[in-house]
Each structure stands twice: as C-alpha cells, then as structure tokens.
C-alpha cells in the first residue's frame, strides 16, 4: 500500500518547541511502523510560511519576510534531523511549485464556481490566523488560546462557498473513521450542524502572501494556500503534478496528524476545497491534545515553551520520544514535568528493558562461551512465548491506530514478565548442577528471544536503542521482514554475542 503520512505544516513565526516536536515525533513512529509492515510512505512535514503573524515577525526585526522564513525553515530542518525524523518531504509554501500549485488549484475552484466576492466582518486573530465567534456585546473580546486582543476587520475578501458542501460535510464528519479520536468528532460535527458558512480565503492588507491570479490587490489567505502544501509536497521532482483524481501518489490513503487547535480547518474546510477541485479527500485526520505548562497550552506566543534543542542537548532524543509517547496518552493532554520525565526513563529504559537485556547477556556469555546457548527446542512452549504472540498481535493493532502509549505499555508488561520468569526460574543456581544445563540454556535463550521481540516492537518509536539491542543480540537480518521477524525463535542459537553495553545511561 502506498500512504501518506502528514504533520501540520508549522508558522515560521517563531523557532520550533517542544509542541510541534510531539506532533513530528509522533508521526515519525506512525511513519516507521508503516515502512516495517511494508508499506510505501510519503512521511510529509514543513513549514507554512505566508500571513500577516510571519509579516509582522519579519517588520519586527527589521528584516524581509523571506529571510526570516529562510533562517527559520532551516531551524526546522536542522532540527527534524538531530531528532532522527524520518520524513521524505520538506515543504516550504514559498516555494515556486507550490506557489504554482495553489494558482492552478485556485483556477480549478474558481472554474468550478465555487469562489464569490464579498465582505468580511469580525474579530481577527492573528496569532490563530482565523476568525473568532464573540458574543454580542463584548467590544474587547481575547483569543482564548493566545490571551491576545482580537483585531477587528471589515474588508472585501473572496469567499470560497463551503455552504454548498454542507450536505457532503455532513456525511463525511459523521463516518466514524475519518475524524479520530471519536472524542473529538462530536465537536466538528456540532460545528456542521449549525450550517456551514462560507470562509474567506483572501485578504487585502497582507502583502506577505501568494497573489491572487486576476484579483489584484489580493493575496491568499494563509490557511487557503498551507492546506495546499501537502499536495505540492507529493510534486516533489514532478515539475506538473497532475490534479486530477486518482493521480496523487500516496493519495487518498492520507492521514494528517495535527493538534485538536486545527481541526476544523483538516476536517471541515480542506475537504470541501478538494471536493471542489474534483480531488479525492484524506482518509483519515487525527487531533491529539495539547503539551501544556501549568495547564497552559505550551505555544510560542505565550512564551512557556520548552526549547526542543536544549532538551536533546541535554538529555538525546530516545529518551524524549520515550516520554513524549509512553506518558502521554495519544489524543489526550498532557504535561510535561521533568521529574516525571527522569523517573519514567530511568524506571522503563534503563532498569526494565536495560538491565533484563544486560543481565541475560551476561550471564549467556558466562555460561555459554560467549554466545546464545545451544541445543535449543525453538518450538519450546513456554509462558514467555505465549505472552509475546498476544502482545505482538495487540501491538499492531495499537499501532495502526495511533495508540503509542498502549504500545509502550505492553513492552514493559513483556520485559517485566520476562524479569520476573529469570527470578522464578534462578538460572544462577541452576547452572550449578550439570545435569540441569539443557534447561538452562532454553531459559536464556527464551529472554535472549523475549528481548529480540521488544527491540523488534520498540523499532518505530526508539529506533537507535531498537537497533542497538538487536546487534547486542548478534541478530543480523535487522527488519528486512518485520512482520515475519516477530515470529518466535528466529535468534539463531550458538550466534556469537558481542560485548553488552548499557543501552541507556541514567539520566541524574
Ligand atoms: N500553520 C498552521 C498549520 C497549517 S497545516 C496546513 C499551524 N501552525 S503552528 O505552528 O501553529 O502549529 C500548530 C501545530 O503544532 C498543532 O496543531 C500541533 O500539531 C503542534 N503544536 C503546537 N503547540 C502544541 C502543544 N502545546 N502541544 C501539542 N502540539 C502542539 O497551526
């Protein structure tokens, strides 16, 4: 199956934060899982760079807007790499072909009849990029996210007709597989029901946008123009992407991942503009919640974000991926405190899953000439075998549906369990009588596999300590077929072990 995997695409207003890490890192283990089940992965993210926040970012420091998008795009890029993301596209939305590509996918709209001229009046956020609802009579109404005065606007825009969707909408919002987590449809299809209204998708003060063909004076509005990238991002090296249906590689099999802030506008708005330009919709989006400080939405205009670069200066990426995922359940809140960050690393990586690694090996290489044991029955029943077959179906079945931290949690049931089978079986002393080193060696070797198997599951979201275990293990044929690979018995038995080493050191 070919698929598409997206991010949002994040405002260069500020350097990245820990919020916009979450969202990539989450989708760089959704990205990983796909490709290890076999799958062709367009793993999209990037930068939304038009609008009047980034025009005013720019006139503050006294720079052109495009300077300032170029410094901060490639913080972006530097920054996705020392985290060890995966993705295969990086789009810009100043770039020319995807400046190309919203005019032609503008024409198709405007062709079809789906674009009006009007007025728009009302409460600006500019820090949101979006109209607010206020009630009547507030004359100083607050963005409830940004805790900034709303602007008030009253200008000629062009509208795209999104009324005309509402019965489609309607029926797409309410398919229980397309918005998830289920929590969050019941919001969007509140929304529908209240009847959609047009949305405006130019403005005729901000210059720092992509022109309007035929409209002079306008420019497109930020969130008209984004949405489009993650089309351009599948042109890449394709001068003339073919917007057509059915002729997008890794499309409609597409799902975005973003935080619940953006959701009306992947749910509601950007399936009604592809409708209207005769494009298949996304399969699937996905909202998860927020990282909050003290109960705050950590964001960069609040100014309580967590330097992601400092943070894997401090502490490497693996144990952040490790915390982020396996703390914080997907879809929900979460916050982030660095005790419990320490705690959670040093309890699950380092003691759990290090020390089961490390003491195994030990005790394989004592006793078994440095290497895994042999005259070993790899149909062996036992109760480590069997904990493994039902936590590697469940474990698919969590992955496929974003629950990382459900994932996360059947890996440590399975290193614990495979901690506690080494106490009740005391190898150790064992060893000691010669007649009982047959079953010794079926010990080892049933934690050795046990330990193969949690490297193997634990691959999409630590893939340095995944890989690290499994040449601990002297395992060769590293994720060529990973699905096959999870079946029991595959550690080859007499394979020479090289010298263990802490997979984690403990972070004080
Ligand atoms: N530019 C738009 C998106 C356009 S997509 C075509 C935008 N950018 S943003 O920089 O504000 O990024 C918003 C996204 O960043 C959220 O939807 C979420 O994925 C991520 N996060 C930003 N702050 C976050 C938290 N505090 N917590 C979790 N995710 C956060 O909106």
């Known amino acids: 199956m070919h698929i598409t995997i997206t991010t949002p695409l994040y405002y260069v207003n500020d350097k990245p934060h820990l919020g916009s890490t979450y969202t990539t890192i989450a989708c760089d283990a959704f990205a990983r899982y796909h490709r290890l089940i076999g799958n062709k992965v367009e793993f999209i993210t990037g930068v939304d760079e038009h609008g009047q926040k980034i025009q005013r970012t720019a006139e503050s420091k006294n720079i052109k807007p495009i300077e300032h998008c170029d410094s901060i795009s490639k913080e972006y890029q530097d920054l996705w790499s020392q985290w060890f993301i995966s993705n295969d596209h990086f789009v810009r939305t100043t770039s020319h072909q995807h400046i190309d590509l919203v005019e032609r996918f503008f024409k198709k709209v405007n062709d079809n009849g789906d674009i009006r001229i009007g007025n728009q009046k009302g409460w600006y956020c500019v820090g ?129 991942v973003i935080g619940k802030d953006i959701l009306r506008f992947h749910a509601v708005y950007w399936p009604a503009m592809l409708m209207s330009a005769g494009l298949d919709i996304p399969q699937k989006v996905f909202g998860h919640g927020f990282l909050t400080r003290e109960g705050l939405k950590m964001g960069k205009s609040l100014g309580n974000v967590l330097d992601p670069k400092e943070l894997l200066d401090k502490y490497g990426d693996e144990p952040l991926r490790w915390f982020l995922l396996s703390d914080i359940k997907f879809g929900q809140d979460g916050d982030f405190q660095q005790k419990r960050f320490i705690e959670l690393v ?75 089978y080494l106490n009740d079986k005391q190898p150790w002393k064992l060893i000691k009588d010669n007649n009982r080193i047959g079953e010794v060696s079926q010990y080892i070797y049933n934690v050795l596999e046990s330990c193969r198997i949690i490297a193997l599951l634990i691959n999409p979201i630590l893939p340095k300590i995944s890989q690290e275990i499994l040449r601990q293990l002297g395992y060769k044929n590293i994720l060529n077929e990973w699905k096959d690979e999870l079946k029991w018995g595959r550690l080859k038995e007499g394979t020479k072990l090289p010298i263990p080493k802490p997979i984690l050191n403990r972070i004080e």
């Open 128 to 256: 949101c990029e979006e109209y607010k609802e206020v009630k009547a009579n507030n004359n100083s109404p607050e963005c409830p996210i940004h805790l900034t005065m709303l602007e008030w606007r009253d200008e000629e825009n062009l509208f795209f007709c999104l009324s005309k969707y509402q019965k489609e909408i309607e029926k797409l919002v309410s398919d229980s597989s397309f918005i998830q987590p289920s929590t969050r449809r019941n919001e969007i299809i509140n929304f529908v029901s209240k009847g959609l209204k047009d949305f405006s998708i130019s403005r005729i003060n901000v210059k720092w946008g992509i022109p309007v063909p035929g409209y002079k004076g306008h420019t497109f509005y930020v969130w008209f123009d984004a949405l489009l990238g993650y089309i351009s991002a599948l042109s890449d090296n394709q001068q003339n992407i073919i917007l057509e249906k059915g002729k997008l590689k890794g499309w409609p099999n597409a799902i975005h």
């Open 346 to 420: 040093n309890n699950d990586l380092a003691n759990t899953i290090g020390n089961l690694l490390n003491r195994t090996l030990n005790m394989s290489r004592k006793w078994f000439n440095n290497s895994i044991p042999t005259d070993i029955d790899y149909n062996n029943d036992n109760e480590l075998k069997v904990l493994a077959k039902s936590i590697i179906n469940d474990s698919l079945v969590y992955y496929e549906n974003l629950s990382f931290k459900e994932v996360c949690q059947l890996l440590i049931k399975l290193s614990s369990a495979s901690n506690l």
